[in-house]
């Protein structure tokens, strides 16, 4: 699992903070688009026809199967994962790290190729047949793309079952985790959709330093960790005048200190409450509003706190104060590399359905792939596509977690209903196709001839 490839920079524009990131997710679609165009020029070219439609209908499909994929998982999880964004547009268009549903998207692709097909009056089931293997193979890619993204996972299963897998809480980029001596700089990474699943079924419980207090079922932001420290992480705790100092000395007139205050006390190694302690800790304890500072007594009440929880955790005698031995593991409790201990985490072990879908679609290309040269009427490689996928999507299906099922009780998910409809239609088309002629009607060099003998034609008469 890789969901950021390469991370380059970031950007502010017009407000916004744009990450400019390559997402594994997105590299797979890219790299299934180009593939899949590749082999359909190819069969294109040995049919007769115009390669350069392809890459026309390619870039329909494309901007179709986006769109359309987009749409309906908003429709979707709209209740779940936009209705509360704090900006549900820019969360809608985001769709680089994933978030599209395969069916959606099939069908807005397969529509507006198909009218562009019909508007320029050309052969519509040859053309069909040519795309039917470069849908699966740019399916595959899709699949892949799931498996880096960590998305579309599989039921639990036991660790010793043949191909289970394990996913970890956070996904490593390449860049953006280099630790600074604030910490780490990522600010954007959530758990991996596996282990965030997991941790809200409480199949996981991770260390809770990796926790928020207030909500255990979430994880703090990669920022929000640090790697081993070496400085007395107990002295402003423990000592009030001398955290007071610190507080006052980065506060200033104002006599509130804001994250970049807090994170330039933090950096320094001596600053205000050192490196173990994170922001959000701090103001998760505060109804602040829109107020984003924390003053003297909200510091106060915190550093209150993260006593008594040291004491309770550390005080084995119970007097009130912690020994030497006592204080050194409390230190070597907050001094730990907290990233060190967010990347040992992994999710409980789940059924491959990513690797699996990725087989099936190139199982079903193979065969497409086969049978074009056995057809015996233009249009049933698309339909037997229509037919033979819904049967391999329908059982994997049962293998996700996501989505509730209970094929013995008739349950099915959305996808399982989608495909069943596909699978009627493609056999419809398949029983049509036989009151239709073998051949959908001539090639492309037989139509551009057709084209000047009619020219021709007109010319003589005149």
Known sequence: MRQVIVDLLSL?????????????????????????????????????????????????????????????????????????????????????SGGLIYHGGLILATAMVIGYLVMKRLPLRRYLDIVAVSMMVGLAFGRAGC???????????RADWPGGMRFPMFSKPLISLTPGPGGFSADCLEPSPVYAHQLRTSRVWPDERLRDPLE?????????????????????????????ADFQALAGADGRISE?????????????????????????????????????????????????????????????????????????????????LASAQWSAPVKPAQLLSMIGALVVAAILHGFYRLRWREGQVFALMAMVYPVIRFFEEALR???????SRGQLTHNQVTVLIMAVAGLAMWLGLRRLPPSAGPAAAQRRARVRNSRRGRTGAA
């Open 12 to 96: 502010d524009l017009f407000g916004r903070h744009l990450a400019l990131r390559v997402h594994g997710y997105g590299l797979m679609l890219a790299l299934g688009f180009l593939v899949a165009i590749y082999l359909a020029r190819w069969r294109a070219r040995r049919a007769g026809e115009d390669a350069d439609i392809i890459l026309r209908c390619g870039l329909l499909a494309l901007v179709g199967g986006i769109v359309g994929g987009r749409i309906a998982y908003i429709i979707q999880h709209w209740s779940t994962q936009f209705a509360e964004a704090r900006d549900p547009l820019l969360a809608m268009l985001n769709v680089s």
């Open 147 to 157: 498996l880096l993204n960590g998305c579309c996972f599989g039921l639990p299963c």
């Open 216 to 244: 255990p079922q979430r994880v703090w932001a990669p920022r929000y960790l640090h790697g081993r420290l070496t400085h007395d992480q107990l002295a402003e705790l423990l000592d009030e005048s001398r955290w007071a």
């Open 260 to 340: 970049t205050e807090w994170q330039t006390g933090r950096g320094q190694g001596s600053g205000l409450l050192r490196g173990s302690e994170n922001w959000a800790r701090a103001v998760s304890g505060f109804d602040r509003g829109s107020d984003d500072q924390l003053d003297f007594t909200e510091t106060q009440e915190y550093l209150a706190s993260r006593r008594a929880g040291l004491l309770g955790r550390f005080d084995a005698d119970r007097d009130g104060r912690l020994s030497d031995q006592e204080r050194a593991a409390a230190n070597a409790y907050l001094q730990e590399d907290l990233w060190a």
């Open 401 to 407: 977690d996501e989505n509730l099922h209970d094929l």
